[in-house]
């Protein structure tokens, strides 16, 4: 049997396809974290989906407390802007899960209703279905992932379809907000000249040229990302407690931290 479970803060936009289309699972567990929005209304109008209320202690520490609440070993970690296509979900009631074996999955992101598949969007393969008696959910902040020492890895072969932003206001929103967390996880450096060459590998060695301007855009989220990462460090080294209250007010609505 496999729990689903699912990190969620204002997720009222898009929580509802995601939950739909998780039908069958044994449980489907949605871990809000303090949603001001219908989240949790929306959670409560699904018969198969159990509703709980935890606080936000970090992308990793709060995936690993959802999986410890579920009532199966094994999880399946789906984020609130992730729907499940039908033949993912076959596919994955089909396998004959082993305990020390962790299966990933590819996801097709899109962006102002296209899939992205230039900028380093694709094939973007995380591993999400694993035993939580073996293993579990790195502790970052953001950009967790699950750890596989010890671990056999399966790619699974068909895709999850992943919407990180609904509009130009997520894009500059999650820029802030991630960009805060994840400068906790690296030293200083040079702000500009990570920008510059994030843009500049996200747009032409990773073919963004080719997909016009929503190419374009998203390596310029990528370029702003670094840059924004890198010069929040600094700020870091002489506003600590500024900075510290910043990061608790931003918490991040849940969706993919990692992607």
Known sequence: MISVTILAKNSGRTLASVLAALEGFDEVLVADTGSTDNTREIAREFPHVRLVEIPFEGF????????????????????????????????????????????????????????????????????????????????????EAILTQGIDLIPLQEPLHHTPFLSISDFLQ??????????????????????????????????????????FEISL????????????????LTNPKERQESMRKNEPPHAASSG
């Open 60 to 143: 990793g520490k709060t995936h690993n407390r959802a999986s410890a609440l579920a009532k199966n070993e094994w999880i399946l970690s789906v984020d609130s802007d992730e729907v499940m296509p039908q033949k993912l979900k076959e596919e994955i009631f089909s396998l004959l899960l082993h305990k020390k074996t962790a299966y990933s999955v590819a996801r097709k992101n899109f962006y102002r209703d296209k899939w992205i598949w230039s900028c380093g969007w694709w094939p973007d393969r995380v591993v999400r279905l694993y035993n939580r008696s073996e293993t579990q959910f790195s502790d970052r902040l953001v950009h």
């Open 221 to 236: 989220y990528n370029a702003l990302s670094s840059y924004y990462k890198y010069l929040k460090v600094a700020d870091d």
């Open 174 to 215: 999650k820029l802030d907000r991630y960009s805060s967390l994840a400068a906790k996880g690296y030293a200083p450096g040079k702000a500009l000249v990570h920008g510059l060459v994030a843009f500049f590998r996200s747009y032409l060695l990773k073919r963004g040229i080719f997909q016009g301007y929503v190419g």
